[in-house]
């Protein structure tokens, strides 16, 4: 059954505190991606990655790091820096469909992780 | 800056009454994606829009793009209740090749309330 994973489903930090959320596809695909959504709001891109070991920063990348060691694998760290951390956040994955379909890169969603700071 | 603007953020509607949602986007794009969200849950992909004048329909959505006048829609024709959600468009600021990936651009979300 191929999909993607984010664990753990909800996360509960201390201030303070550093936290890594992780996140699986078995799709095959190359690019993943970590987005941020605030309550009643639209998502917004923390990091991606288009290949194993590069990344990049996307829209708030402050307070966060992310490592790409392997393609399946995509774990988003949370850090002591990042100052109002709480929030739902999801890991998305994409492949390139082709030429011939239309050169677009379809991005499909893990389940999330929903992290409260105490 | 890539702005995407959803109208109208919040949506009441009652069942068998038809709807439209619209997605304005500032700069030039023609990968433009509409999503789902149930409550508490992740996005679901609705349909994938490529060029000017796409359209697309699945059930009693429709999807429509305008990229001169950077414009999507998502009509609901004769809503039914399980179409309740929140809808999301995004808009793809990426290059078109292989080893581009997307950047999506999300627009805030249209929550879709329909009574009975």
């Known amino acids: 059954d191929g999909g993607i994973t984010q664990s753990p489903k909800y996360l509960f930090r201390k201030e303070g505190q550093n936290v890594t959320l992780s996140c699986e596809q078995n799709l095959n695909h190359d690019a993943m991606y970590w987005y941020r959504q605030d309550p009643g709001q639209g998502l917004r891109l923390i990091y991606y990655?288009?290949?194993?070991?590069?990344?990049q920063k996307g829209d708030i990348a402050e307070g966060y790091s992310v490592s790409r060691e392997k393609k399946e694998s995509f774990p988003l760290t949370v850090t002591s820096a990042q100052k109002n951390p709480t929030a739902f956040y999801l890991c998305?994955?994409?492949?390139?469909?082709?030429?011939?379909?239309?050169?677009?890169?379809?991005?499909?969603f893990g389940p999330g992780t929903r992290l409260t700071v105490l | 800056e890539l702005k995407v603007e959803q109208n109208p953020l919040f949506l009441s509607m009652q069942e068998g009454k038809n709807y439209t949602i619209y997605c304005n986007y500032s700069t030039t794009s023609d990968r433009l994606y509409w999503y789902r969200q149930d409550p508490g849950k992740s996005l679901e992909s609705l349909f994938v829009?490529?060029?000017?004048?796409a359209v697309k329909q699945e059930g009693r959505l429709m999807a429509s793009l305008d990229t001169k006048a950077r414009l999507s829609t998502l009509h609901i024709t004769a809503a039914v209740h399980d179409l309740s959600a929140t809808y999301f468009c995004?808009?793809?600021?990426?290059?078109?090749?292989?080893?581009?990936?997307?950047?999506?651009?999300f627009g805030e979300g249209t929550q879709l309330t329909v009574n009975p």
């Open positions: 829009l490529l060029s000017n004048g």
């Open positions: 990655s288009q290949i194993v070991n590069d990344f």
């Open positions: 995004a808009v793809d600021r990426a290059g078109r090749r292989e080893t581009s990936g997307s950047r999506l651009t």
């Open positions: 998305a994955s994409s492949r390139w469909a082709g030429r011939v379909a239309g050169d677009y890169n379809e991005q499909f």
